[in-house]
């Protein structure tokens, strides 16, 4: 079992900056692949970033490429994400997740996740 609890989304001025942060607990944080998704009012959830689990390997959604950075803290059991210039289009509910039977494989597939928290509000203005 994991349990997965997001924190760190708010309100912020398009071209503002956030950093969300996904505390883990449970099983070894550091055996297993890491993503971010979000969800907007009215659309289907969607790949934003995900990560191997030492961390060496990362993966982005185009939208975010660029300007999101995703990495993880094995000896503290967090994942974060790192949003800079960040735009009105990524006003979403966001969730991280973890994979724990896939592997070495980083994944961009919801199905591959088995573990999801609550979602961190995130509200970008324009």
């Known amino acids: 079992q994991v349990q997965l609890v997001e924190s760190g989304g708010g309100l912020v001025q398009a071209g503002g900056s956030l950093r969300l942060s996904c505390a883990a607990s449970g099983r070894t944080f550091s055996s297993y692949p890491m993503g971010w998704f979000r969800q907007a009012p009215g659309k289907e959830r969607e790949f934003v970033a995900t990560?191997?689990?030492?961390?060496?390997?990362?993966d982005y959604a185009d939208s975010v490429k660029g300007r999101f950075t995703i990495s993880r803290d094995n000896a503290k059991n967090t994942l974060y994400l790192q949003m800079n210039s960040l735009k009105p289009e990524d006003t979403a509910l966001y969730y991280c997740?973890?994979?724990?039977?896939?592997?070495?494989?980083?994944?961009?597939?919801?199905?591959?996740?088995?573990?999801w928290g609550q979602g961190t509000q995130v509200t970008v203005s324009s």
């Open positions: 997740a973890a994979a724990t039977f896939i592997g070495t494989m980083i994944s961009s597939k919801g199905l591959d996740y088995d573990y």
């Open positions: 990560i191997s689990w030492s961390g060496s390997t990362t």
